[in-house]
């Protein structure tokens, strides 16, 4: 069984900063890329940001200059500093990871609950 567990989310005002925060456990043998997703009541979920094990990342237009991605591979963990935050940055952030299990040959796709961050004045 592997777990995502984010944290973080909050009330904050606009320009103001949140980090969030994910914690993988479980039988994990590797986690490839790992990514923040958000959701917006009545939109699609939509990609945040990305990195890979080997630190690639990857922005989504809205946030680039603003939110910074980044993992510790030695913790299993993803983090997302936001800054500059915006009303429309209101959303339920998601964890994502790509991973195998120790034991399994194929690769999984798991998902945290999710934290809700709150832009508002």
């Known amino acids: 069984q592997v777990q995502l567990v984010e944290s973080g989310g909050g009330l904050v005002q606009p320009g103001g900063s949140l980090r969030l925060s994910c914690a993988a456990s479980g039988s994990i043998y590797t986690i490839y890329t790992m990514g923040w997703y958000r959701q917006a009541p009545g939109k699609q979920r939509e990609l945040v940001a990305s990195v890979t094990s080997g630190g690639a990342t990857n922005y989504a237009d809205s946030v680039k200059g603003r939110f910074t991605v980044s993992r510790d591979n030695a913790k299993n963990s993803l983090y997302l500093q936001m800054n500059s935050l915006k009303p429309e940055d209101w959303a339920v952030y998601y964890c994502?990871?790509?991973?195998?299990?120790?034991?399994?040959?194929?690769?999984?796709?798991?998902w945290g609950k999710g934290t809700l961050v709150t832009v508002s004045s």
């Open positions: 994502n990871a790509d991973l195998m299990r120790y034991g399994d040959f194929e690769i999984m796709i798991c």
